[in-house]
Nanobody, 119 residues
Framework: QLQASGGGLAQAGGSLRLSCVASGRILSINDMGWYRQAPGKQRELVASITSGGSTNYVDLVKGRFTISRDNAKNTVYLQMNSLKPEDTAAYYC???????????????WGQGTLVTVSS
């Protein structure tokens, strides 16, 4: 349902852009977001964006990361600039998707994409 891509290896100070495409039966998508999980740590919210474009960021990435979405393409992006070694983690996308007319928006997860930042 959600396919993430764009992870990889970057040097400190570099940039990467993550993408996540929702597919299948989609009637509407509410909030979309990116989470990350570093080894030995809990998964944490990095950034989120509403269907109307309002954004929210964890303090650690404010001013460095930008979340955006293309509603026509059912895609959410995460532009990551000024990367730091502590940004190293598996990044997961999440979306609240309505698939049935009389149903509710349910949360779906992408498979995760690994970001490694070297010092």
């Amino acid at each position: 349902q959600l396919q993430a891509s764009g992870g990889g290896l970057a040097q400190a100070g570099g940039s990467l852009r993550l993408s996540c495409v929702a597919s299948g039966r989609i009637l509407s998508i509410n909030d979309m977001g990116w989470y990350r999980q570093a080894p030995g740590k809990q998964r944490e919210l990095v950034a989120s964006i509403t269907s109307g474009g309002s954004t929210n960021y964890v303090d650690l990435v404010k001013g460095r990361f930008t979340i955006s979405r293309d509603n026509a393409k059912n895609t959410v992006y995460l532009q990551m600039n000024s990367l730091k070694p502590e940004d190293t983690a598996a990044y997961y996308c999440n979306a609240e998707i309505l698939t049935q007319l009389l149903g509710n928006h349910l949360g779906y997860w992408g498979q995760g994409t690994l970001v490694t930042v070297s010092s």
